[in-house]
């Protein structure tokens, strides 16, 4: 499980117009489910839940079936909004999970 918390720039409302571009389709590889709780990705396994508060977006990457994969709907959450929204943006802090990795 990876945690991302997206900073909003003042009065830009990144979230909002993040759920109004999946809505629209104009993110046409991301989707939400759940009542707009999750995000899915029409590639890669597992979703991303997340919740919106005073302009902080908290996600939470989760693949049950392959965690060590889960970089993989980060790394194309993250790169979507590099590439569209990041005058949208303040920061983006990361925290990886503790675990042990096998070699």
Known sequence: MITLQIVEQPECEL?????????????RTFSMQNRGRRIKHMAYPGWISWSHDANVITCVVKNPANPKVEWQLMHAFLGRLADRYPEYIHSINIQFPDAEWEE
């Open 15 to 27: 979230y909002k117009e993040l759920r109004r571009a999946m809505r629209s389709k104009d993110l």
